[in-house]
């Protein structure tokens, strides 16, 4: 059974900081997803990473991934408060169910001014 | 549809009663999923379907949960007898299809249900 863990899965942070949310997984994977989720909203897709090495960046957020570690980070460099929100990680797996997506906990992050 | 549109948005509903969410997938994506969000937990997988079959039953909680989909579109969550352990929010998303790109997931903004 493939095993996606996240974290931290709450995490607080001043604006102007950098921090790291971490996803590591238990099985062989090509290709990592990371959503985002505000209250009462939808998933936004984010990044889809394909292969070991990807690295994505899309304004204050990096995403790489290692498939060798079977780790994935999502970087947040120089923190706004419009970041604030659950991050999900999910990892492909083939056979698995749902298309073989299967989804960490997610990431709650805060972000203060 | 522009997007997933799921309804009603939020469900009250008393123990022992029976609900259907409904999801409408965005227009010609032939894949559609089912996830429940629990507080404090990720998201659970349920069921997907490709076109109106569903290959994948294997994450649904109990024998009071059933779905289906007609017409390739729209999409039925129903949940017989609910329970308290029941509420959670449903997510539904929908992909093109099979295989990178295509299966890329877009999500719905959820049902809240609330079994009192």
């Known amino acids: 059974e493939l095993k996606v863990e996240q974290n931290p899965l709450f995490l607080s942070m001043q604006e102007g900081k950098n921090y790291t949310i971490y996803c590591n997984y238990s099985t062989t994977s090509d290709r990592l997803y990371w959503y985002r989720q505000d209250p009462g909203k939808s998933l936004e897709s984010l990044f889809v990473l394909l292969s070991n090495g990807a690295v994505k960046q899309e304004g204050r957020l990096m995403a790489s991934l290692d498939t060798k570690a079977r780790l994935s980070t999502l970087h947040i460099t120089a923190a706004v408060h419009d970041l604030s929100a659950t991050y999900f990680c999910a990892v492909y797996h083939s056979g698995g169910g749902a298309d073989g997506l299967t989804f960490g906990k997610g990431t709650h992050l805060i972000i203060q001014p | 549809g522009a997007g997933v549109s799921q309804s009603p948005s939020n469900k009250v509903t008393e123990k022992g009663k029976d609900v259907e969410l409904r999801c409408d997938p965005i227009?010609?994506?032939?894949?559609l999923y089912w996830y429940r969000q629990s507080l404090g937990q990720g998201l659970e997988f349920l069921i997907y379907?490709?076109?109106?079959?569903?290959?994948?039953k294997s994450g649904l909680p109990s024998d009071r949960f059933s779905a289906e989909r007609t017409g390739g579109s729209v999409s039925t969550l129903t949940i017989q007898r609910t329970q308290q352990e029941d509420s959670a929010v449903y997510l539904c998303?929908?992909?093109?299809?099979?295989?990178?790109?295509?299966?890329?997931?877009?999500f719905g903004a959820g049902t809240r249900l609330s079994v009192l």
């Open positions: 379907f490709q076109g109106n079959s569903a290959p994948d």
């Open positions: 227009s010609g994506h032939t894949a």
């Open positions: 998303a929908s992909s093109a299809g099979t295989g990178f790109p295509k299966n890329i997931q877009y």
